[in-house]
């Protein structure tokens, strides 16, 4: 049965690029009838944190994707040292003893030491199995042949035959000498363990591989089906890091920016894959039914930003193209919890009246904060009384309209239908145009020009507000 992974370490966020590969697994695992498991691969105990588990936790939960089985390798340790002790009785392994490398993992690339440590490689068996029930310190590591050189071999779905000499391969270790096993042979003990069909994931990986498939093979285990993938980089050429790029690699502020998920894993998507047939927008369940590792790019994949705009233009596109396209009743349920973040007040049946004559208007569910900022605020922001006058007429014009407007508007009845014909009345009986009627309305009761659909907005707005501001816009051009 296929059964894949996820295998996220918790030393920091949930980066745009662990969550893409989490995507890509969930999508095959669910298009072909396969078991997605999520793995916390938390042995490096060292910079494991709470915090960045609970962050991965928060932008998977966001992501809104589920998984089938969790583990923690942290928890399964006996399996990751009895699987070392497997490979070490078959002589595929040794004890290193070297004092310069108990306590790490591996010694800087070029330690005559550590790549080929003749007298640690040959230490007999029964000096060896003596020393360490002595107590003496050691670490455990895998036993490349160097005798003979042998070519490893695997087949990548995404880069084709990958091909590695064994003198290009170090003596890499399998256990610290904490008996903490590396992350080499955790994950490889783990994934035999669970039964893992295909591993999914970064094309940094990919060197990785060779030693795990000598692992694999030292074990008696064929190996899993290897994908990796492209990297996600950034506009410069370098790979993705909070050091160096901030914010904008964590999956969680796209969250708190105003992203939804869907649309953001649509976006994550298009890095490093295509449908083949130029769609750009797709469902889930679109996703699903047509991911394919044949879709899946070679080369590194660039998301756009700068310190003018943190977000790709396809990112916020294809964001405001799903809200563009929302259910009113599912927008409005995704704006609320941003009002409520934001300490605002506002009913259901308010909130649906002004999605709709946002929804058009808006990139990201925190727009709302600013381009609806007037439906909420109890007073307007300061405006110029500049602002009030019609493109085509002077103050007088528009403290004639407002006044009328507020003569009229008491017996109006408040429904879009019933003030455009109420409003229009208004204007035809001062002989003026509709439109220099209604923009000093807009300004007087938005505070600005630029601002939704006239007659939706005062009813959205409630009489009493309109009556109120409008009254205030008058005093103003006094």
């Not at 298009?31 to 910079?47: F, S």
């Not at 392994?93 to 690339?109: G, M, N, Q």
């Not at 160097?146 to 071999?153: L, P, S, T, W």
């Not at 000598?214 to 899993?224: D, T, V």
Request: charge should be negative; hydrophobic fraction near 45%.
């Amino acid at each position: 049965m296929l059964r894949v992974r996820f295998a996220p370490s918790p030393t920091g966020y949930l980066h745009v690029g662990s969550a893409r590969t989490f995507i890509f697994n969930w999508l095959y695992a669910r298009r072909h009838g396969g078991t997605m498991i999520l793995r916390i691969d938390d042995t490096d105990v060292e910079r494991n944190t709470e915090q960045s588990l609970d962050s991965i936790f928060e932008g998977l939960k966001w992501l809104d994707l589920d998984w089938d089985e969790q583990y923690r390798q942290s928890e399964r340790l006996a399996l990751h040292q009895q699987f070392a002790e497997t490979i070490l009785a078959k002589g595929l392994a040794y004890r290193d003893f070297t004092p310069a490398v108990v306590a790490v993992e591996d010694a800087p690339h070029g330690a005559s030491t550590w790549l080929f440590n003749a007298d640690q490689r040959e230490i007999s068996k029964e000096d060896s199995d003596r020393r360490a029930a002595a107590g003496e310190p050691f670490v455990v590591r895998y036993k490349v042949p160097r005798d003979v050189v042998e070519q490893v071999k695997f087949t990548d779905s995404v880069y084709g035959e990958q091909v590695k000499s064994t003198a290009d391969i170090e003596d890499f270790a399998l256990l610290r000498s904490t008996g903490i096993p590396t992350y080499h042979l955790a994950s490889c003990a783990d994934d035999v363990d669970l039964r893992i069909s295909h591993i999914i994931r970064g094309q940094d990986h990919l060197t990785n591989t060779f030693k795990h498939v000598l692992i694999f093979k030292a074990a008696g285990y064929e190996p899993p089906q290897f994908a990796h993938l492209p990297l996600l980089i950034a506009p410069d050429g370098a790979k993705l890091s909070k050091r160096k790029h901030g914010p904008v690699v964590s999956v969680t502020t796209y969250r708190d920016a105003g992203f939804l998920p869907h649309a953001f894993i649509n976006f994550l998507c298009l890095l490093g894959w295509s449908p083949k047939d130029d769609r750009e927008r797709m469902t889930r369940e679109e996703l699903k039914a047509i991911f394919s590792f044949e879709g899946i790019n070679r080369s590194n994949a660039v998301i756009n930003f700068s310190e003018a705009e943190p977000f790709d233009a396809k990112a916020l596109w294809l964001n405001a193209e799903t809200i563009r396209t929302m259910p009113v009743a599912d927008l409005s349920a995704a704006l609320a919890p941003v009002l409520v973040e934001a300490g605002i007040e506002c009913s259901a049946g308010k909130l649906a009246h002004i999605t709709p004559l946002i929804q058009e208007r808006i990139r990201l569910l925190k727009d709302i904060l600013t381009v609806g900022d007037f439906f909420f605020a109890k007073e307007l922001a300061p405006y110029d009384s500049a602002e009030l006058i019609p493109k085509k007429g002077d103050a007088a014009m528009a403290l004639k309209a407002l006044e009328k407007a507020l003569e009229a508007l008491p017996s109006i009845e408040f429904s879009h239908d019933g003030l455009e014909a109420g409003l229009r009345a208004a204007a035809e009986q001062l002989g003026i145009k509709a439109g220099q009627m209604f923009e000093p309305i807009r300004v007087a009761v938005c505070g600005r020009k630029t601002a939704p659909p006239l007659f939706g907005t005062l009813e959205a707005l409630g009489r009493d507000v309109c009556l109120e501001r409008i009254d205030k816009a008058i005093a103003k051009l006094k």
